[in-house]
């Protein structure tokens, strides 16, 4: 079957990007042409030089101390981000998450999903960035959210062995320069709409029925419409979150 394409730049450091992907999937349940659908997940990472292999730090330590912004402005992100989760259903732990390299977990993702559990993967993580308060980029918790997904540990610790999906993350993260998004959650739904940032329930719902019907009555010879853009709250590449 044809499905219309959706594909998600996403971070697991990004707590919009966690909240959005919770409101996608309500809005995908709502969505009357869900099993016409295809999701790819893509790699975008924020701070890429902060460390990996467990040696992560606090959010709040990075966000002041590191990337430099005033704790009054964390504070309020802090703020404004708890309201959000409230909302959503999800606990909040973001003051005493850990800021930590998110290429081995992005890594993970990418092996999942040739099992197609790359969701439930994200997921797990998020949560243990988010609610949990753990580092992502420890081995060893990497290797339990994959065997927890229905992975080997074989072929999770090999893949952390190796380099495997470096060059993807790479490739995910110069696509997306080269439409020009530079923030996240980006989703782009079948190359023609655009959601930057965390948006309610309703508004995926009404983006995906809009693409959903424009994706059905084009045909191939029919010039593609320009990209249409919807921006809402989002992470910077610091890991910088709008209030």
């Not at 730090?57 to 101390?65: A, G, N, R, S």
């Not at 490739?171 to 023609?192: H, I, S, W, Y």
């Amino acid at each position: 079957m044809n499905k219309m394409k959706i594909e998600v730049w996403t971070d697991i450091m990004c707590p919009y990007c966690y909240i959005g992907k919770i409101h996608y999937e309500k809005a995908l349940q709502q969505f009357d042409h869900a099993d016409e659908v295809e999701l790819e997940w893509k790699a975008f990472q924020l701070s890429p030089d902060l460390p990996d292999k467990g040696n992560g730090y606090p959010v709040k330590e990075y966000l002041t101390k590191t990337a430099g912004y005033p704790e009054e402005n964390v504070n309020k992100m802090f703020e404004g981000i708890k309201r959000l989760a409230d909302s959503t259903g999800i606990s909040f732990n973001l003051p005493n998450a850990v800021a930590a390299n998110t290429r081995d977990a992005h890594r993970l993702i990418k092996l999942a999903a040739e099992k197609g559990k790359d969701s439930l993967v994200l997921q797990k993580l998020s949560k243990a960035y988010f609610e949990e308060a753990k580092d992502y980029s420890d081995l060893e918790l990497l290797v339990s959210i994959g065997k927890e997904a229905g992975l080997e540990e074989g072929s999770i610790r090999r893949m952390l062995d190796s380099d495997d999906y470096l060059y993807e993350i790479k490739q995910d993260m110069q696509e997306a320069a080269n439409l020009g998004f530079d923030t996240v959650p980006t989703f782009l739904v079948d190359r023609k709409q655009a959601i930057v940032g965390h948006e309610p329930v309703a508004l995926f719902l009404k983006v995906l029925n809009k693409a959903y019907d424009e994706w059905k009555s084009r045909t191939e010879k029919e010039k593609s419409p320009e990209l249409e853009v919807t921006t809402g709250k989002s992470c910077n590449a610091d890991g910088m979150c709008e209030i």
